[in-house]
């Protein structure tokens, strides 16, 4: 074999050895592709009604039918080993709402009281009353606030409204709280609980009041019960509770399902 030859022979092996590089290089390709996955939110809560043991040290689960006599001692006094007043013939009713959902939640919460038994909007003088409520408290202090927001406007003391449950005539008041409801976490305490006043007698088998004297207490002869409720909203494109529960529930939303009038509320 010639130079020549030998020359030729070995480009043409170089330019095959190119087309195959070449070749090969044409393969390094990728493709990438990702499942995009959701999981929908989800609005669930439990209302919780408790009350301290008989020692005081501890919650269990409240008792319906307890007997309302008229206060002995304060109940803004002196507290047990649980926060809860001391005095004689308080009644403990502790509320607080657990989200039991997925999704964090603007929560509303709703307590009422017989019309009969509560002052009322025209003055809103709760020394007036004839059944107090407790607000909740939180180490000694009161939610009032602080947790729940009883008043979203400063026109008005309360928010608050009435209507008609199984045929008696209550006041409503209801607060909203303070921050959206994490999931899994329980708010504080709503209210805490409640009591007769002390002026309240009983004469010749009816119930009186002498701040009262033609009130009709008649009330107390049967059942008196102070419903509770609780709504509750996703947090999720709202900045706050009323927006939310105006939105999902409509304003001036009622969950007793009568017919409410005398809105208190800055609406």
């Known amino acids: 074999m010639t130079k020549k030859k030998i020359l030729v022979l070995a480009l043409s092996l170089a330019m095959v050895a190119i087309l195959a590089v070449g070749g090969s290089l044409a393969y ?21 009604e408790q009350q301290g043991n008989k020692d005081g040290t501890a919650l269990v689960d409240f008792e319906d039918g307890q007997t309302l006599f008229p206060i002995v001692g304060s109940a803004q006094g002196a507290k047990n080993a649980i926060g809860q007043p001391i005095a004689e013939n308080y009644i403990d009713k502790i509320v607080t709402i657990e989200n039991t959902g997925k999704s964090a939640a603007w929560v509303r919460a709703y307590f009422a009281i017989p019309s009969a038994l509560d002052d009322g909007y025209e003055t809103f003088n709760a020394g007036a009353n004839v059944l107090h409520f407790n607000f909740g408290n939180k180490d ?3 939610t009032i606030d602080n947790q729940w927001i009883w008043d979203n406007d400063t026109t008005t003391a309360w928010n608050y409204y009435e209507t008609t449950i199984k045929g008696v005539k209550y006041n409503v008041y209801y607060a909203d709280y303070y921050q959206p409801l994490a999931a899994g976490a329980t708010t504080e305490q709503f209210i805490s609980g409640v009591y007769l006043d002390e002026n309240v007698d009983m004469k010749n088998g009816e ?21 509770v409720a609780a709504v509750a909203v996703q947090a999720n494109g709202f900045d706050n509770a009323v927006d939310a529960i105006n939105k999902a529930f409509g304003v001036h939303y009622d969950p007793f399902g009568g017919t409410a009038e005398n809105w208190k509320d800055g609406e």
Request: glycine share 8%; charged share 30%; hydrophobic share 30%.
């Open 28 to 48: 390094f390709t990728d493709k990438d592709e990702k499942t995009n996955t959701f999981t929908a939110g989800g609005v669930d809560i439990k209302l919780i």
């Open 140 to 142: 000694g202090v009161s």
């Open 207 to 227: 119930y009186t009041d002498k701040r009262h004297p033609n009130a009709d207490l008649s009330i107390l002869k049967g059942e008196v019960k102070c419903p």
